[in-house]
């Protein structure tokens, strides 16, 4: 069974530094892409970030370039958001997600952890 | 960006009803190469995460009830519930990933009437 388990919200203040985590098991860590999907308080869902299997590419969202950076530990089976520069817009619950069918980048997701929130206040 | 256009916004069926919901895409998303349209649809409760019902427009994800499916092609696309139930009550998205970034709809509530 596919688990993913997120951390590292929590409140910070504006123009601070986050680091979320997601702990993954299940399933075969390093042949499928990772995501970053958040959701503002009653709002819909939007794509962040995502990094290959391999870590060799990733990709962002233009409303956190350049100040949020994806990574991974395929050794841990863990990924990563490391989040500066943070902005009361970026308040949200932050989910990682598996990326499926294996190999692409850009796919659907086929399942998601049970979210982190990150509220972005003084 | 590509965007996606749900409709209704919400809708109340009552029990055992059909629930339709319509998503429409800015572009195609039926890739040529392998005739897929690159198309999925989630399920969220309050409070839950947002769980896979089907992609590839139509294929319906292990363990979801047969009366979930989805049709269409191309830029128009629907989530149809043959029988609505009690545990059918939730946000539904429709999200393409046939061109970066990843987009999703904008939501469609059902609820019991």
């Known amino acids: 069974e596919v688990q993913l388990l997120e951390s590292g919200g929590g409140l910070v203040q504006p123009g601070g530094s986050l680091r979320l985590s997601c702990a993954a098991s299940g399933f075969t860590f390093t042949s499928y892409a990772m995501s970053w999907v958040r959701q503002a308080p009653r709002k819909g869902l939007e794509w962040v970030s995502a990094i290959s299997g391999s870590a060799d590419s990733t990709y962002y969202a233009d409303s956190v370039k350049g100040r949020f950076t994806i990574s991974r530990d395929n050794y841990k089976n863990t990924l990563f958001l490391q989040m500066n520069s943070l902005r009361a817009e970026d308040t949200a619950v932050y989910y990682c997600?598996?990326?499926?069918?294996?190999?692409?980048?850009?796919?659907?997701?086929?399942?998601w952890g049970q979210g982190t929130l990150v509220t972005v206040s003084s | 960006d590509i965007v996606m256009t749900q409709s209704p916004d919400s809708l109340a069926v009552s029990l055992g009803e059909r629930a339709t919901i319509n998503c429409k895409s800015s572009?195609?998303?039926?890739?040529?190469?392998?005739?897929?349209?690159?198309l999925a649809w989630y399920q969220q409760k309050p409070g839950q995460p947002p769980k896979l019902l089907i992609y590839w427009a139509s294929a319906r994800e292990s363990g979801v009830p047969d009366r979930f499916s989805g049709s269409g092609s191309g830029t128009d696309f629907t989530l149809t519930i043959s029988s609505l139930q009690a545990e059918d009550v939730a946000l539904y998205y429709c999200?393409?990933?046939?061109?970066?970034?990843?987009?999703f709809g904008g939501g469609t509530k059902v609820e019991i009437k």
């Open positions: 572009q195609s998303v039926l890739y040529n190469s392998n005739k897929k349209d690159h």
């Open positions: 997600a598996k990326v499926d069918p294996p190999g692409y980048s850009y796919g659907y997701f086929g399942s």
């Open positions: 999200q393409q990933y046939y061109s970066p970034p990843p987009t």
